[in-house]
């Protein structure tokens, strides 16, 4: 057993959610990271002479056969402990009186912190949809002196939390105002606008341990002077991994800034699919003949063994989408997920929704 990835870990939380039990019968158990898998094993066997006491003779045998099975994959186990495991097992029969006894095990992306057994009528999934969260964000800023936009990017979302304007006026003096004058007063109201962008970013950002960093994106004398100026909290100057060159202080300014800040955040999901999604329409564009979207030709390309990369929209139909995967996992070839919260992820799913970069042609 291999450390599952996010989106094999969301396929299988999907379909658990799914069952529900007639009885208290359907088991779940979390061992942590590090912990002795023998000695859960035991704890186990032990529960196997409580279950006895069970009065219903259904949920009884149930539930014994259950402990048994993960008692056995216990002793059987392999694997990798890095993560630690989740194990569910139950009889997940919709008719009364038959038996469809299932197990189900993985090793998360993360290490488990939980050591957990419980018999429900559903499986505990929490602990699961935990290791789902995005686990860093980045805060986005983007400023002039008429207005400011803060934003996040959180894995591929970008959310816009708020807009500012700095009632500074335009270069137009008002009748009999000195320049020396005009120029002190909105020299004050500009201070003034730069503390509210602070305290704003501040009231957001400053207790969320999830902000992996900050980018400050406008013109060249306006965002400089912001952040030179320290008007940020020190926390949050520290803080502070980019500061990009725009002009734009508005939502498509948030969205410029995400664009030019690729470097910075290459390692972000937002990027890294934009850059496989790329990958794909320029083969697609430019070698024809190495790249396949239509299901037949990818269904043919499996069989040669000739796909490289098998790209599923997460909108793709699931059945078929499994299907897919497990011929792509029985030639070695790499699955990227891509999902439809980009520009380029909703262009794929447009086209087909699957595709496929080959590694020879057919």
């Not at 980045?138 to 708020?162: F, H, N, P, S, W």
């Not at 980018?215 to 100057?237: H, M, N, R, S």
């Not at 934009?274 to 979207?293: H, I, N, R, S």
Request: aromatic fraction near 8%.
């Amino acid at each position: 057993m291999s450390i599952a990835t996010k989106d094999e870990l969301q396929e299988l939380i999907e379909e658990l959610e799914t069952y529900k039990g007639r009885h208290t019968e359907l088991i779940t158990v979390y061992i942590s990271s590090g912990y002795d898998i023998n000695t859960v094993q035991k704890q186990l066997e032990a529960e196997q002479s409580t279950a006895k006491n069970i009065k219903s003779t259904g949920t009884r045998k149930n539930v014994i056969e259950a402990l048994e099975k993960i008692v056995r994959f216990l002793k059987d186990f392999k694997g990798s402990k890095e993560h630690g495991i989740a194990v569910f097992c139950g009889n997940i029969s919709k008719v009364e009186g038959q038996d469809d006894l299932r197990l189900w095990s993985v090793e998360p992306p993360r290490p488990l912190k939980v050591r957990l057994y419980r018999c429900d009528k559903e499986f505990v999934l929490d602990p699961l949809r935990e290791q789902l969260e995005v686990t860093e964000i980045y805060a986005l800023l983007v400023m002039d002196r008429k207005e400011a936009t803060i934003g996040v990017l959180e894995g591929k979302r970008i959310e816009i939390l708020q807009k500012m304007t700095s009632g500074v006026p335009s270069k137009v003096r008002a009748g009999g105002q000195s320049s020396q004058r005009f120029h002190r007063i909105t020299e004050g109201l500009t201070k003034e606008f730069y503390k509210r962008i602070a305290d704003e970013m501040k009231s957001i950002f400053y207790d969320n341990e999830k902000v992996n960093g900050i980018i400050v994106g406008g013109p060249i004398p306006t965002k400089d002077e912001f952040l030179d100026g320290e008007y940020l909290a020190t926390k949050l100057q520290g803080k502070v991994i980019g500061r990009i060159d725009l002009g734009g202080s508005d939502e498509s300014g948030i969205k410029e800034l995400v664009e030019k800040s690729k470097d910075i955040l290459a390692n972000q999901e937002i990027v890294y699919e934009k850059k496989l999604m790329e990958k794909f329409f320029e083969t697609l564009g430019e070698k024809p003949d190495m790249a396949v979207y239509k299901e037949e030709d990818l269904k043919k390309a499996l069989e040669y063994g000739a796909i490289e990369i098998l790209f599923i929209s997460k909108d793709y139909d699931k059945s078929l989408a499994k299907e897919f995967k497990q011929k792509a996992v029985n030639i070695g070839s790499r699955i990227e997920m891509i999902s439809t919260e980009t520009e380029e992820g909703k262009q794929f799913f447009n086209l087909s929704g699957i595709g496929g970069i080959l590694r020879f042609r057919i």
